[in-house]
């Protein structure tokens, strides 16, 4: 009989849940309020008790954002985390957000360094119909798998789903990559500036699963291996535009509208145009798209983000003792 | 008391403005008010002028809702006439220039009709937005408009509450039509959603054009939801929203709302539910631009309006 290796990784101390870094996504700064709330409480009521194996660090990263209910002030917070962006000098004319961002790595980084936080979790809303998906830089960082794994068998009505983006960790830009692992935690669909009952629950729950995994893994238990669906990013399309005015001239086919993650085959349709013509995928590979139609990434010139799926297997983990 | 209605005579709708981009992150409208200024066929009628305009072109530069203040309140009397200088709101000094181009408000000079394009992020569906229950001409309209999209439903929203009507950029015509279609997020546009709004404008302009050409519309019934109350978000202390549209009521536009039913969640899953003393018909559940309006829906109850036959004058 085949032994499998367990693969042995350091206990998870800790942990920062982030909300608000794009200040319109609701469900993540009520979660985060409401977490920061029941702390308080909590203070309040008991003495500190033994801390247990797990810090958990509650973090609202844009805070002026949040107070416009804006997705950011001057630039995108999400994309400020790069080593270049991170390092660079402080001056007057520094973005509102890039300060922020310094600011935040000294918190829970710095990047790269072994003082950075075990394990980031940054909470997200998207305009799409993605339910909950993990968005990580990693195909093989076994603690954000396993997490993946266990809120997929634990929530079991909402698709849960594994995206990876193929970046280097120094040109890894968002703010779950500063912890030693992370990952955003995207649930959708819900409209920017509104929050949806739903949403906020799958995410209240995705939070409260994955701080129990963590707390598992602290305490010796092991994770049985197997196999598991990843979505590694490809490339992505943008909305045809009218030459002069940048103004898009199509819509999101209405066959493709909220088919987040079905497969999308070589002819199959793609916009629609004012004029009611079909514009079709002209790509040879069949990708599986999902960010269909975020609102935030009209500006970043992208209609639709596009995946290849493959089976990866993941060893059994347990705490490095 | 006459026993029938006699058929009213309503001057000709000669001038007819469709307003997209009041609130500059409502897709639908920009994109359609875009599309018809670069060529304008589809809109075209005999006998009318059909004026597609950007009313608030600076938030629409922006994608957001406005740049100082909500265009779509901005139409006061006071606002109206207050003396142009540097210190108005950049909405009040439009709102000052589209009263001069479409206006002005009160006057036999107005514009005949104006169509406000706008979006949603409740879902409402198709809804038409009347600001008055006595004009014919726009009960009439809408009656046309029901019956050709038909068996798809376009519902209307009366809003005549002294205190909660406001003071709208369509309201500078003397027939003021209100378009509004969800769900839609803001900063997004679906293709359903657009193709909706597109095909209500169509048979609106389709009614103006038979109207002008002398056509008699027979008196009919017009169900109305009618504004009457707004309804927040519980609140904290310190004014910060304590609970969520409850799963029940999120996504029920328009569906009876009886006393007892859940109506808020608080953020750790308590049911909050409402106590009022009768049924209501909520909308507007849920639309992101309320928050900060203190709505999380609009109370409504159900009536049925009587629209007089109308000719052309």
Same mark, same amino acid.
């Given at each position: 009989?085949?032994?499998?290796?367990?693969?042995?990784?350091?206990?998870?101390?800790?942990?920062?849940?982030?909300?608000?870094?794009?200040?319109?996504?609701?469900?993540?700064?009520?979660?985060?309020?409401?977490?920061?709330?029941?702390?308080?409480?909590?203070?309040?009521?008991?003495?500190?008790?033994?801390?247990?194996?797990?810090?958990?660090?509650?973090?609202?990263?844009?805070?002026?954002?949040?107070?416009?209910?804006?997705?950011?002030?001057?630039?995108?917070?999400?994309?400020?985390?790069?080593?270049?962006?991170?390092?660079?000098?402080?001056?007057?004319?520094?973005?509102?957000?890039?300060?922020?961002?310094?600011?935040?790595?000294?918190?829970?980084?710095?990047?790269?360094?072994?003082?950075?936080?075990?394990?980031?979790?940054?909470?997200?809303? +998207? $305009?799409?119909?993605? *339910?909950?998906?993990?968005?990580?830089?990693?195909? %093989?960082?076994?603690?954000?798998?396993? &997490? @993946?794994?266990?809120?997929?068998?634990?929530?079991?009505?909402?698709?849960?789903?594994?995206?990876?983006?193929?970046?280097?960790?120094?040109?890894?830009?968002?703010?779950?990559?500063?912890?030693?692992?992370?990952?955003?935690?995207?649930?959708?669909?819900?409209?920017?500036?509104?929050?949806?009952?739903?949403?906020? +629950? $799958?995410?209240?729950? *995705?939070?409260?699963?994955?701080?129990?995994?963590? %707390?598992?893994?602290?305490?010796?238990? &092991? @994770?049985?291996?197997?196999?598991?669906?990843?979505?590694?990013?490809?490339?992505?399309?943008?909305?045809?535009?009218?030459?002069?005015?940048?103004?898009?001239?199509?819509?999101?086919?209405?066959?493709?509208?909220?088919?987040?993650?079905?497969?999308?085959?070589?002819?199959?349709?793609?916009?629609?145009?004012?004029?009611?013509?079909?514009?079709?995928?002209?790509?040879?590979?069949?990708?599986?798209?999902?960010?269909?139609?975020?609102?935030?990434?009209?500006?970043?010139?992208?209609?639709?983000?596009?995946?290849?799926?493959?089976?990866?297997?993941?060893?059994?983990?347990?705490?490095?003792? | 008391?006459?026993?029938?209605?006699?058929?009213?005579?309503?001057?000709?709708?000669?001038?007819?403005?469709?307003?997209?981009?009041?609130?500059?992150?409502?897709?639908?409208?920009?994109?359609?008010?875009?599309?018809?200024?670069?060529?304008?066929?589809?809109?075209?009628?005999?006998?009318?002028?059909?004026?597609?305009?950007?009313?608030?072109?600076?938030?629409?530069?922006?994608?957001?809702?406005?740049?100082?203040?909500?265009?779509?309140?901005?139409?006061?009397?006071?606002?109206?006439?207050?003396?142009?200088?540097?210190?108005?709101?950049?909405?009040?000094?439009?709102?000052?220039?589209?009263?001069?181009?479409?206006?002005?408000?009160?006057?036999?000079?107005?514009?005949?009709?104006?169509?406000?394009?706008?979006?949603?992020?409740?879902?409402?569906?198709?809804?038409?937005?009347?600001?008055?229950?006595?004009?014919?001409?726009?009960?009439?309209?809408?009656?046309?408009?029901?019956?050709?999209?038909?068996?798809?439903?376009?519902?209307?929203?009366?809003?005549?509450?002294?205190?909660?009507?406001?003071?709208?950029?369509?309201?500078?015509?003397?027939?003021?039509?209100?378009?509004?279609?969800?769900?839609?997020?803001?900063?997004?546009?679906?293709?359903?959603?657009?193709?909706?709004?597109?095909?209500?404008?169509?048979?609106?302009?389709?009614?103006?054009?038979?109207?002008?050409?002398?056509?008699?519309?027979?008196?009919?019934?017009?169900?109305?939801?009618?504004?009457?109350?707004?309804?927040?978000?519980?609140?904290?202390?310190?004014?910060?929203?304590?609970?969520?549209?409850?799963?029940?009521?999120?996504?029920?536009?328009?569906?009876?709302?009886?006393?007892?039913?859940?109506?808020?969640?608080?953020?750790?899953?308590?049911?909050?539910?409402?106590?009022?003393?009768?049924?209501?018909?909520?909308?507007?559940?849920?639309?992101?631009?309320?928050?900060?309006?203190?709505?999380?829906?609009?109370?409504?109850?159900?009536?049925?309006?009587?629209?007089?036959?109308?000719?052309?004058?």
């Amino acid at each position: 009989m085949e032994v499998e290796e367990v693969e042995r990784l350091p206990r998870l101390s800790r942990v920062a849940v982030c909300g608000g870094t794009h200040g319109n996504e609701l469900s993540g700064v009520y979660l985060v309020r409401e977490l920061l709330k029941v702390k308080k409480k909590k203070k309040k009521e008991e003495e500190d008790e033994d801390g247990g194996a797990m810090s958990v660090l509650l973090v609202l990263s844009n805070p002026r954002a949040m107070q416009q209910c804006l997705r950011y002030i001057d630039t995108d917070l999400n994309r400020c985390f790069t080593h270049a962006c991170l390092i660079g000098p402080t001056l007057d004319k520094t973005p509102y957000e890039m300060r922020r961002a310094r600011e935040l790595n000294a918190m829970l980084g710095p990047k790269g360094s072994a003082g950075a936080m075990d394990l980031i979790c940054d909470l997200h809303n +998207t $305009t799409a119909n993605m *339910g909950l998906s993990l968005i990580t830089y990693s195909d %093989h960082d076994w603690i954000c798998m396993h &997490i @993946f794994r266990h809120l997929q068998r634990q929530i079991p009505d909402t698709p849960v789903r594994y995206i990876h983006y193929d970046v280097t960790s120094k040109e890894s830009y968002s703010l779950d990559s500063v912890g030693k692992h992370g990952f955003a935690m995207e649930v959708g669909p819900q409209p920017h500036g509104v929050v949806r009952s739903n949403i906020y +629950t $799958t995410m209240k729950s *995705g939070v409260q699963y994955m701080l129990d995994w963590v %707390h598992f893994f602290n305490s010796g238990v &092991i @994770f049985d291996g197997g196999f598991m669906d990843v979505f590694t990013v490809v490339k992505h399309i943008d909305y045809p535009r009218d030459g002069e005015t940048h103004n898009i001239t199509a819509a999101i086919h209405p066959q493709l509208q909220d088919r987040d993650f079905c497969l999308l085959r070589p002819g199959d349709p793609l916009f629609q145009t004012f004029s009611g013509e079909t514009l079709r995928y002209t790509g040879s590979e069949p990708l599986y798209p999902f960010f269909i139609n975020e609102s935030a990434y009209y500006e970043k010139g992208i209609a639709l983000c596009l995946a290849r799926k493959r089976r990866v297997k993941i060893p059994s983990v347990r705490e490095y003792l | 008391m006459s026993s029938f209605s006699s058929c009213q005579s309503v001057r000709e709708a000669r001038r007819v403005a469709i307003f997209g981009g009041t609130h500059g992150n409502e897709l639908s409208g920009v994109t359609l008010v875009h599309l018809w200024m670069k060529n304008g066929t589809e809109i075209q009628r005999r006998g009318v002028e059909t004026r597609p305009f950007i009313t608030n072109p600076r938030a629409v530069e922006k994608c957001s809702r406005y740049v100082d203040t909500d265009l779509n309140r901005a139409f006061t009397p006071e606002n109206l006439s207050a003396p142009a200088d540097g210190q108005l709101p950049y909405e009040v000094l439009r709102a000052q220039e589209i009263n001069r181009m479409f206006g002005p408000k009160g006057s036999p000079d107005a514009y005949d009709v104006i169509f406000d394009l706008h979006n949603t992020t409740s879902n409402m569906g198709c809804t038409l937005i009347l600001e008055s229950s006595k004009d014919h001409f726009n009960l009439q309209m809408i009656n046309y408009i029901q019956k050709a999209l038909a068996p798809a439903s376009c519902l209307v929203l009366l809003n005549e509450h002294p205190l909660l009507k406001y003071s709208t950029a369509r309201s500078v015509a003397k027939h003021p039509v209100g378009l509004e279609v969800g769900p839609q997020p803001q900063g997004v546009l679906r293709s359903n959603i657009f193709e909706s709004m597109r095909e209500i404008l169509k048979h609106a302009l389709d009614f103006i054009e038979l109207f002008n050409e002398g056509v008699e519309f027979p008196p009919c019934s017009v169900p109305v939801f009618r504004v009457s109350e707004r309804v927040d978000y519980p609140r904290d202390a310190n004014g910060n929203i304590m609970a969520m549209v409850h799963p029940n009521l999120q996504d029920c536009d328009w569906e009876p709302l009886n006393p007892g039913d859940p109506m808020f969640q608080t953020f750790d899953g308590k049911t909050i539910r409402y106590q009022g003393s009768g049924t209501i018909y909520p909308t507007f559940i849920n639309e992101a631009a309320y928050y900060e309006k203190q709505q999380a829906f609009v109370a409504t109850r159900r009536e049925t309006l009587s629209a007089n036959a109308v000719r052309k004058a």
